[in-house]
């Protein structure tokens, strides 16, 4: 049964479910391992605990709301986002020129999405679900990814990026319609986060099968 609630609290069921493994906090906490990412979550009216598990880090929360500072942290910033899902039948999908990434892409990998932010990127991210790219000329010009998974049947397409140079040629596209196959293949659901402000980016993925599920918000902490 597909238990769409836990999509209210991402971070939290994934660290304390499916994705167990990678927790580093305790407790009232959980944590993702920093070299993966830097995504935590708290128990409500537990917030003050994050300042124990930031060592000097930044911490990225992505709740309903936004979360104010507890004490000895400080809101760097606050980013309104969309969540969506998939709705309806995913095809398999097979493309030539797509390709899977792996370890020896990494540095390209964290290159792309350094300079084009889809979101948080860590030395490992790479290794928190399959990524998929495609290379022009052997330059890695656009990738999309798995991340967080909140129950064994929902898995969030993440990750999606393209060098400014290679867009306008639906590579973006391609490659999320990869991930969501594959996805597809094992039983689960396709969801995702947009900014909400991304206007181009919230259109494409409606046109992928996504319909918006809830408004969320990321916060992002750093010490005070």
């Not at 196959?181 to 993925?205: F, K, W």
Request: hydrophobic content about 45%; proline content about 8%; some cysteine.
């Amino acid at each position: 049964m597909l238990k769409v609630e836990v999509l209210d609290r991402p971070v939290w069921h994934s660290l304390g479910g499916p994705q167990k493994v990678l927790d580093v906090g305790h407790g009232e906490v959980r944590r993702l391992d920093p070299a993966y990412g830097p995504f935590a979550a708290a128990l409500p009216g537990q917030e003050h605990s994050l300042a124990e598990h930031l060592a000097g880090a930044e911490i990225w929360l992505v709740e309903p709301e936004a979360v104010a500072a507890p004490f000895g942290l400080h809101v760097l910033k606050v980013a309104p986002l969309l969540q969506m899902i998939a709705d309806g039948p995913i095809e398999p999908y097979d493309d030539p020129e797509i390709i899977q990434l792996g370890e020896t892409d990494a540095a390209e990998m964290a290159e792309l999405a350094l300079a084009t932010e889809p979101g948080p990127w860590a030395a490992q991210t790479w290794r928190y679900g399959q990524f998929y790219g495609i290379r022009i000329n052997g330059r890695l010009a656009a990738m999309a990814g798995e991340r967080m998974r909140p129950a064994a049947n929902l898995a969030e397409v993440s990750g999606v990026c393209t060098w400014p140079e290679f867009r306008g040629r639906g590579l973006a596209a391609r490659l999320i319609r990869k991930v969501m196959a594959g996805m597809a293949a094992r039983g689960e659901v396709p969801y995702l986060h947009s900014y909400a402000s991304n206007a181009a980016a919230i259109r494409l993925y409606e046109s992928l099968g996504f319909r918006a599920r809830r408004p969320m918000v990321a916060t992002l902490l750093g010490p005070a």
